[in-house]
């Protein structure tokens, strides 16, 4: 009794010490409890600029996690390094009443290299926090203060990062001298902010206040183009003894290119007369750079280096050149010297990659906006794009990780915006034709060949150079074929203009149809079978988003004995609606069915009253591939 004594007084001065704040869970407003797995009871975020040099940052949270859906919202990440230091770190949980169970602080902090696969070396670390809570809810607040000595970027004010979550109140204030120009775009926030001035200072604030939590919508655009930022940039800064200016894209790139890139590009003299020698046969410029290119990926891999100004500066070409291997900055660097070499124009672009398409700002340039660096090769009237990390990558492809988006390219006369490739629904095919044989047991057996195009292209690439072994594992799962025994598998490459992998598989399968009461039943989609429906979600608020397009063809050949009869014949189906398009039709020729099925998506943005429609695309499509036929022995 007297050490729980002990332990509550020194929980209470310790929240005194935190403020008087009411965390019960009873003085949530009960609007902001509908959808919420969490609540933000009140977040300040301060930035305080006293030099480009010289910038502090703190913030203090107070989040109630209600069930364990909010978990994430508990987890606090600090990233640092030698010049973003952690000053102070504190933090007290509450019980649902209100009142302190805990405390913690610095030394309860997990600390770990921030470090990704495939990193050699870089100086980032980060410090993580999960509390140990396993009873709902519950409400933790912490406080932390870093400094800074640089004025390069700073952090976008996200008061809502997700769905579930919402908020009584939050709130960023940007303090900086006079005579600092801070640059920031408000997206979805209502009005402007606050500005206040003092004797040798000027003070930005916004805030919002009481905003309900957003539910979780299958098929929704870019959530910036629905939930509240505030991007921050600066005019002029300082970052690890640079300094420079922009205020646009131009100068942005610019500045990049005069700064980071161009001392970068230097080669010894060697390298320069071995690529000179390696394409002095070939007259075509483009051919000229797919040689390089091919012999690029042969010489090197990929491996993250970033230290000090790394996380935006490649390592030198010369360097790449001697070690063989570099990140993506590095890399696309490295190719961008050894076309220099033979006088072949090229541009080191920043990108947003990923397969969700994300473009580059237009009209608000930030370092902050793009995490990958591509090449862009400016053939006249024929664009050429590389993807410089992988070595398996085809000549001008990029694949769903950077196709169809704004991208920065950095140039000697400054920040020129481009849009890599885009690939319509017909480009992104997979295209499977097989024939079958089937027993009277319910065996079958048969071969298979796919092709993948576009953003298909790569769909099995990861297989390729695993063991046979682990190609059957996957295949098996990927397939879902009963009983499934792949006795040979082969992958081809067409690496042309538009690639094509093409997948090869003879297989058998036992017991593939149920036999049941003299009756067989066959499932006639083998391989390509929708088993996912989307939730009917009514009152929808957002618009329906679908990213990116493709057209799957399956055409499947069952070869029958001939004692077996059609009992039932499923009716076709077909289906046409402005998002996309799907036919399920079987025809019968003596012993031989014929199965051919089409499933087409249409890449754009849909009226969010078209949802209901999409929803009831999905739950067709798995009734109709999940028909079987009916044949009587």
Not at 4 to 23: K, M, T
Not at 488 to 507: G, Q, R, W, Y
Request: glycine share 6%; proline share 5%; aromatic share 12%.
């Amino acid at each position: 009794m007297i050490r729980f004594a002990i332990a509550f007084v020194a929980l209470f001065s310790y929240n005194v010490a935190f403020g008087q704040e009411n965390y019960a869970v009873s003085a949530i407003p009960k609007t902001l409890l509908s959808r919420a797995s969490a609540v933000i009871r009140n977040d300040e975020l301060t930035i305080q600029v006293n030099g480009l040099d010289d910038v502090t940052r703190h913030r203090k949270t107070a989040v109630t996690i209600l069930n364990s859906a909010g978990d994430d919202e508990s987890q606090i990440v600090l990233f640092y390094d030698k010049n973003n230091q952690i000053k102070s770190l504190k933090g007290i949980i509450y019980n649902e009443f209100g009142l302190p169970s805990g405390k913690f602080g610095e030394k309860d902090f997990k600390d770990m290299s921030a470090v990704s696969d495939g990193t050699l070396y870089q100086d980032d670390r980060v410090k993580v926090f999960e509390p140990a809570q396993t009873t709902y809810p519950y409400t933790i607040v912490y406080e932390y203060e870093m400094k800074s000595k640089q004025s390069l970027f700073f952090p976008r004010w996200k008061p809502v990062t997700s769905t579930g979550v919402s908020i009584e109140k939050s709130s960023l204030r940007f303090i900086c001298p006079l005579d600092f120009t801070l640059r920031h775009q408000e997206i979805n926030y209502p009005g402007k902010p606050e500005e206040s001035t003092g004797k040798d200072t000027r003070m930005f604030t916004w805030q919002v206040k009481d905003v309900q939590a957003i539910r979780s919508e299958p098929f929704s655009p870019d959530p910036e183009r629905f939930m509240t930022s505030v991007k921050l940039a600066p005019e002029s800064f300082a970052y690890r003894g640079l300094k420079g200016r922009f205020s646009n894209w131009t100068e942005y790139g610019k500045w990049m290119y005069e700064n980071l890139l161009r001392e970068r590009e230097a080669l010894p003299e060697t390298t320069k007369l071995f690529i000179n020698e390696l394409v002095k046969d070939i007259p075509d410029p483009k051919a000229r750079a797919k040689k390089i290119y091919t012999y690029m990926q042969d010489k090197t891999r990929y491996i993250s280096v970033q230290i000090g100004i790394g996380g935006f500066q490649p390592y030198p070409a010369a360097d790449v050149d001697r070690l063989s291997y570099g990140d993506c900055k590095g890399l696309v660097n490295y190719t961008r010297a050894l076309l220099k070499a033979v006088n072949i124009e090229s541009y080191y672009c920043i990108v947003n990659s990923g397969s969700f398409k994300k473009d580059v700002s237009t009209d608000f340039a930030s370092i902050n906006d793009g995490d990958h660096i591509i090449l862009c090769l400016p053939f006249k009237n024929d664009t050429t794009w590389l993807e410089c990390t992988n070595k398996r990558i085809p000549f001008g492809f990029l694949g769903d990780f950077t196709d169809d988006r704004l991208v920065l390219a950095c140039t000697p006369d400054g920040g020129k915006l481009l849009r890599t490739p885009k690939f319509t629904y017909s480009d992104n095919r997979q295209t499977r034709k097989a024939s079958f044989s089937l027993e009277e047991n319910g065996n079958l057996k048969g071969s298979i060949t796919t092709r993948f195009e576009g953003t298909q292209y790569d769909n099995h690439d990861i297989l390729e150079e695993e063991p046979f072994k682990e190609q059957v594992k996957h295949l098996a799962k990927l397939y879902s074929i009963p009983n499934f025994d792949i006795h040979s598998l082969e992958f081809k490459k067409e690496k042309d203009v538009k690639p094509v992998t093409i997948e090869n598989i003879n297989f058998s399968s036992r017991e593939y149809a149920s036999l049941s009461n003299g009756r067989m039943y066959l499932s006639m989609n083998v391989l390509n079978k929708e088993n996912h429906t989307i939730p009917d979600i009514r009152n929808r608020t957002n618009l329906v988003y679908i990213n990116r397009g493709f057209l799957d063809e399956d055409e499947y050949i069952f070869e029958i004995p001939a004692k077996l009869k059609a009992e039932h014949i499923p009716g076709n189906t077909v289906i046409e609606k402005p998002f996309g398009k799907y036919s399920a039709v079987i025809s019968i020729k003596g012993n031989v069915i014929t199965y051919h099925r089409t499933l087409q998506f249409n890449e754009g943005t849909y009226p969010k009253e078209q949802y209901s429609d999409l929803a009831k695309f999905y739950q067709d499509i798995v009734e109709a591939d999940n028909s079987r036929l009916v044949l009587k022995l």
